[in-house]
């Protein structure tokens, strides 16, 4: 819901229950004034009848008779003087019934003790309360949609220096490194808004930035120490003086050194992407890709004695950075390859929206959920760093493709669509 | 052969050094910008081994430089940051190849000797090793003048044991060199072994010398008196 509309919709509330509220206290009041007129009015007739009724003459009684609201009866005592409400026919209207206020009271007069009924009907009151209650109702709508016209015009002009700023937040993009444009404004709080947005987006790219400045020195500090430990174990392992031993241990910790600086590259490569420092795009043609790559795999290819079978679809185009799909593919084949049996078979299968690889191979030894978690490795081979999945899954994640993996009737199968 | 080991640090400058002196090359140093840029401009070399990250500047304008005033020297590009970006704009600069840090050093002199060879155009085709004849033009290996049939990985392999001559060359260096970035992924020491074994046969076979000598618990070593 739009701010417009939300401060819309809780103005509305708060007008409906004003007006729901008013509208019942002034028809309370209204009812009451009405009331008390319709009784005084009786009263005020009641104090003429009284005044004049002595000197009336009795011939002329047929006159007070012949009043529709007024009734006079001799009787032998003074009648006690009351007031009630009571439903009469509607003399204009047969069947209807209306209400009336009547009033009765004795008086004395010279010639005995007389009862006087004054009947009112209060239709009229009720008709009048109405009628205002109407009004009032059709003013206050006007008001209501008066104000939010200009509720609307007010907020969409008011406002629009911060939707600008929001727009500009929703474009903002981390890698590219333009600042933002705001449109000028008087008012204090956007002004302080846009001050605050610029400020943070610079501290982000900065930070962002320093960030990516401090994974590259790290590879470079971590790698120049192990680049220098490596050479001087290759320029041990010339010695002749060496036993075979020796040489041994200082094979193996070539290969340390070797599997450091491999798992330190890997690290920092899911950083990298992490990062999002792959922002190039090509469209790639996925089936030419494969068949390119494969020729690089060829020698282990045969070297397994392994069958591999491409089986392209339709020839597709995915919008993906050429660096992260080879580093994709190669995981993914090296994968299919490594945990391979002898003479055993790869299919590579790739349809309209996804990438299915599947290879025969012995039992997984753990939970196929933990595969995509770091420094989990499928075999104990020494070889093999535990990353190459959270490799695959990293990649996936941030292209926004599925990865899956499943095992079933000997087949290791890792599928993975887009769209 | 003259060449220049631009590199900050002294030990990785001295091995390298140490394992190249063997092969009668003959090795300088720089250990800052300013020096590299100076011999740079100054003298000629063979090759120069150049690290991009130095005190004093950014390699790249060392390059930046040879190629401006159009030396002939071949340059590889030894750098720490295994930056994609750095790679390709460094073989555009005129950079002969481009090796990550840490590297093999077997790997690396197999390189030197691969950039060397390209830049002296004359009697450069021609590798002679007693018996063995190889021709880098045509890729093929003639034995007592006899054409030997080597896959490419097998040629391959010679031409790095003829980088590395007298040298004890890892397993590892081995499997790194014929599988590249892959060879992390996989079993290679069986990989390597399948083709080192594929490689002695056929020279065997050819009548050649056993010279590819296996030093047991490391790797190989291609003897050459």
Redesign the interface.
């Known amino acids: 819901m739009t701010l417009s509309n939300k401060t819309a919709l809780s103005f509305l509330a708060s007008a409906f229950v004003v007006a729901a509220l008013g509208g019942v206290f002034s028809h309370y009041l209204l009812m009451y004034v009405f009331d008390r007129e319709a009784t005084e009015q009786l009263k005020a007739q009641q104090a003429k009848i009284l005044r004049e009724i002595d000197k009336i003459e009795d011939s002329e009684q047929k006159w007070f008779a012949l009043a529709d609201s007024i009734s006079i009866e001799n009787t032998n005592f003074l009648v006690k003087e009351s007031l009630s409400d009571t439903l009469l026919p509607n003399p204009l209207e047969t069947g209807e019934m209306l209400d009336y206020r009547i009033l009765i009271f004795g008086v004395k007069t010279h010639t005995g003790f007389v009862k006087v009924t004054i009947s009112k009907a209060l239709y009229e009151t009720e008709d009048l309360v109405g009628v205002i209650l109407l009004i009032f109702g059709v003013v206050l709508l006007g008001l209501i949609i008066g104000l939010l016209i200009i509720n609307y015009i007010i907020s969409n002009r008011l406002w629009r220096p911060f939707y600008q700023a929001l727009q500009q937040l929703q474009s903002f993009k981390i890698q590219e490194q333009k600042p933002l444009s705001f449109m000028a404004t008087t008012t204090k709080e956007f002004g302080v808004l846009q001050q605050n947005i610029n400020h943070l987006t610079h501290r982000i790219w900065h930070d962002y930035n320093s960030l990516k400045q401090f994974t590259?020195n790290a590879?470079?500090?971590?790698?120049?120490p192990?680049?220098?430990?490596?050479?001087?174990l290759?320029?041990l392992?010339?010695s002749d003086n060496l036993h075979?031993?020796q040489?041994?241990k200082?094979?193996e910790l070539?290969?340390s050194?070797?599997?450091l600086?491999?798992l330190n590259?890997t690290l920092l490569l899911l950083v990298k992407i992490e990062n999002q420092q792959f922002t190039e795009m090509v469209a790639l043609n996925l089936g030419d890709f494969f068949r390119q790559k494969l020729q690089?795999?060829e020698?282990?290819i045969t070297?397994k004695a392994l069958e591999i079978s491409i089986l392209v679809d339709k020839e597709i185009l995915l919008n993906i950075n050429p660096?992260l799909a080879e580093v994709l593919l190669?995981?993914l084949l090296?994968?299919a390859?490594?945990h391979n049996i002898p003479r055993g078979i790869i299919t590579i299968k790739l349809t309209d929206n996804s990438l299915i690889i599947s290879n025969t191979g012995n039992e997984p030894l753990q939970d196929t959920e933990k595969l995509w978690q770091r420094f989990q490795k499928g075999n104990h081979?020494s070889?093999?760093?535990g990353l190459?999945m959270a490799l695959i899954q990293q990649i996936c994640e941030f292209y926004g493709f599925e990865a899956q993996y499943q095992y079933s009737a000997l087949l290791h199968t890792v599928k993975i669509a887009w769209k | 052969m003259r060449i220049l080991i631009i590199e900050d640090?002294p030990?990785?400058a001295k091995?390298?050094a140490?394992?190249l002196l063997g092969e009668n090359y003959l090795c300088e140093f720089a250990a800052s910008f300013e020096e590299a840029f100076e011999k740079v401009t100054t003298y000629e070399y063979n090759c120069i081994l150049l690290d991009l990250?130095l005190p004093g500047g950014d390699g790249m304008k060392i390059l930046e430089e040879l190629k401006k005033q159009n030396k002939q020297d071949g340059v590889i590009i030894i750098s720490?940051?295994?930056?994609?970006d750095d790679k390709i704009k460094g073989l555009h600069l005129g950079a002969d190849d481009y090796l990550?840090?840490?590297?093999?050093?077997?790997e690396l002199a197999a390189r030197i000797y691969s950039v060397i060879r390209r830049r002296q155009f004359a009697n450069a085709n021609i590798i002679q090793q007693n018996e063995l004849k190889i021709d880098l033009l045509a890729k093929t290996l003639l034995i007592h003048n006899t054409p030997v049939l080597l896959t490419k990985?097998e040629f391959d392999l010679l031409l790095f044991f003829m980088g590395n001559r007298n040298?004890?060359i890892?397993?590892?260096?081995l499997a790194?060199h014929?599988?590249?970035?892959?060879a992390?992924?996989?079993?290679?020491h069986?990989?390597v072994y399948?083709h080192i074994k594929n490689l002695k046969k056929k020279l065997t076979e050819a009548g050649c010398d056993n010279y590819l000598k296996t030093?047991?618990?490391?790797?190989y070593k291609w003897e050459n008196e």
């Not at chain 1, 192990?226 to 001087?232: E, K, T, W």
């Open positions: 590259e590879s470079h500090e971590f790698q120049t192990l680049a220098v430990i490596q050479s001087n290759e320029q392992i010339q075979e031993k040489l041994t200082i094979s070539i290969e050194v070797r599997h600086s491999k590259q690089f795999w020698v282990w070297h660096y190669n995981n090296g994968n390859i490594k081979s070889d093999s760093h190459g | 640090e030990e990785l091995s390298i140490d394992y990250m720490a940051k295994n930056a994609l990550a840090k840490p590297f093999h050093l077997s990985k040298r004890v890892s397993k590892n260096a790194e014929l599988s590249g970035d892959l992390d992924m996989l079993d290679n069986d990989f399948a030093v047991y618990g490391t790797g």
